[in-house]
């Protein structure tokens, strides 16, 4: 569309992702890995290591290494840029991924025996508020988690604005990246880092380096997460970071993360593929906005479901056969446009009308065009 960028996203592995990249070819089978992964300075055995979980993703010959948050059993959060080699680029093909025990020492044990069966992924990259979430499906549980659910965005406001502590664990070098010696530790480990006040409508989050220890290279997707009241709650997956000790760039110690029930959609729909019931605790509903009509476009009906699933049928003054241009957009603070989620074409039926389906999440923009980008309606996706 004329009025609607795209813009052209590129990876941000110079700009700290972290994922582990290895040459090897498919994830091996094997008992022992030449190179696990853990967190610069952490510490071993926390209570909450059930929550971390190791995988390998294959890229055709080459791959990488990440870390997971068990959410549910048979659910696992993590950084989309560990399931997509670039930003824009195709999610890879959930028989790529290859899934060990939730916490397990990976030097001690085999591949878990299960495989993931879906996958949905959202890579935004953008100065300071990368948007970098994936969701995995399992075939079957991997075992129980210590998350209780996941953190409502106004809880983690309140932690942000009070510079709260929250906990990471996961698996990633022992050394800072440019270290030959890639040393690393076969079990996840955990730090404690302050939240900034930085949590705002871009659903990401940030956390405060002290230069001494941090996350890096494998520790992309591991969790974030913070008790309340009994409860554990997973704010999020790790998206990357800079400065010291990990990086030796020169910037403040800082990482990054998504907000995971920011993204109402995607997770309802990872829940709907494990044959589970949507969130109701700690995600909220999906409603469409009135409509802003225009050209004498009238709506039929419209409705969007829990998992972001959006069915709409409208009358246009549009001649019969005429094609329309049905968009989901997010605006972009950060470069200040719109930026294109997805976009397909219908084409009217008798009397101008059509129907369409789409998916959409929280704070996206539904807009239908015709074929000189004149607006015939939109809607905008609330939650509540």
């Given at each position: 569309?004329?009025?609607?960028?795209?813009?052209?996203?590129?990876?941000?592995?110079?700009?700290?992702?972290?994922?582990?990249a290895?040459?090897?070819?498919?994830?091996?089978?094997?008992t022992?890995?030449?190179?696990?992964?853990?967190?610069?300075?952490?510490?071993?055995?926390?209570?909450?290591?059930?929550?971390?979980?190791?995988?390998?993703?294959?890229?055709?010959?080459?791959?990488s290494?990440?870390?997971?948050?068990?959410?549910?059993?048979?659910?696992?959060?993590?950084?989309?840029?560990?399931?997509?080699?670039?930003?824009?680029?195709?999610?890879?093909?959930?028989?790529?991924?290859?899934?060990?025990?939730?916490?397990?020492?990976?030097?001690?044990?085999?591949?878990?025996?299960?495989?993931?069966?879906f996958?949905?992924?959202?890579?935004?990259?953008?100065?300071?508020?990368?948007?970098?979430?994936?969701?995995?499906?399992?075939?079957r549980?991997?075992?129980?988690?210590?998350?209780?659910?996941?953190?409502?965005?106004?809880?983690?406001?309140?932690?942000?604005?009070?510079?709260?502590p929250?906990?990471?664990?996961?698996?990633?070098?022992?050394?800072?990246?440019?270290?030959?010696?890639q040393?690393?530790?076969?079990?996840?480990?955990?730090?404690?880092?302050?939240?900034?006040?930085?949590?705002?409508?871009?659903?990401t989050?940030?956390?405060?380096?002290?230069?001494?220890?941090?996350?890096?290279?494998?520790?992309?997707?591991?969790?974030?997460?913070?008790?309340?009241?009994?409860?554990?709650?997973?704010?999020?997956?790790?998206?990357?970071?800079?400065?010291?000790?990990?990086?030796?760039?020169?910037?403040?110690?800082?990482?990054?993360?998504?907000?995971?029930?920011?993204?109402?959609?995607?997770?309802?729909?990872?829940?709907?593929?494990?044959?589970?019931?949507?969130?109701?605790?700690?995600?909220?509903?999906?409603?469409?906005?009135?409509?802003?009509?225009?050209?004498?476009?009238?709506?039929?009906?419209?409705?969007?479901?829990?998992?972001?699933?959006?069915?709409?049928?409208?009358?246009?003054?549009?001649?019969?056969?005429?094609?329309?241009?049905?968009?989901v957009?997010?605006?972009?603070?950060?470069?200040?446009?719109?930026?294109?989620?997805?976009e397909?074409?219908?084409?009217t039926?008798?009397?101008?009308r059509?129907?369409?389906?789409?998916r959409?999440?929280?704070?996206q923009?539904?807009?239908?065009?015709?074929?000189?980008?004149?607006?015939?309606?939109?809607?905008?996706?609330?939650?509540?």
């Amino acid at each position: 569309m004329a009025q609607l960028i795209v813009r052209r996203l590129t990876a941000l592995i110079a700009t700290g992702t972290l994922g582990v990249a290895f040459l090897t070819g498919p994830p091996a089978a094997s008992t022992t890995l030449t190179s696990a992964p853990t967190v610069i300075g952490g510490q071993p055995d926390h209570p909450w290591s059930g929550a971390a979980v190791y995988f390998e993703t294959s890229f055709g010959a080459d791959g990488s290494s990440c870390t997971g948050a068990l959410w549910k059993p048979q659910i696992i959060v993590t950084a989309a840029h560990c399931v997509m080699e670039e930003a824009g680029d195709p999610i890879v093909s959930p028989s790529a991924i290859t899934v060990w025990p939730a916490g397990a020492n990976v030097e001690a044990v085999a591949p878990a025996d299960v495989q993931v069966t879906f996958i949905s992924a959202e890579w935004i990259p953008a100065d300071g508020s990368t948007v970098d979430i994936a969701f995995m499906t399992l075939d079957r549980p991997l075992g129980a988690t210590p998350i209780t659910r996941l953190a409502k965005p106004q809880e983690v406001s309140t932690l942000a604005k009070a510079g709260a502590p929250i906990t990471y664990v996961g698996y990633g070098l022992t050394v800072p990246r440019d270290d030959p010696s890639q040393a690393s530790s076969p079990v996840p480990l955990s730090l404690s880092e302050p939240l900034t006040d930085m949590y705002d409508e871009n659903k990401t989050f940030t956390v405060l380096g002290d230069g001494v220890r941090s996350t890096c290279a494998g520790d992309s997707g591991g969790p974030y997460m913070h008790e309340v009241a009994g409860e554990l709650l997973l704010i999020g997956p790790l998206s990357g970071g800079s400065g010291p000790p990990c990086e030796s760039d020169g910037a403040e110690a800082d990482a990054a993360g998504t907000v995971a029930s920011d993204f109402a959609a995607m997770a309802n729909e990872a829940l709907s593929n494990a044959g589970l019931e949507p969130d109701q605790q700690s995600i909220s509903t999906l409603v469409l906005s009135q409509p802003n009509t225009k050209r004498g476009t009238k709506v039929i009906a419209a409705q969007i479901g829990t998992t972001g699933q959006m069915r709409a049928a409208v009358e246009t003054r549009l001649g019969r056969n005429s094609p329309v241009w049905v968009g989901v957009y997010a605006w972009d603070d950060a470069a200040d446009e719109w930026t294109v989620i997805s976009e397909k074409r219908v084409r009217t039926r008798k009397n101008g009308r059509l129907s369409f389906t789409t998916r959409a999440d929280q704070d996206q923009v539904v807009a239908l065009y015709d074929k000189k980008d004149r607006l015939l309606i939109e809607w905008d996706v609330l939650a509540r």
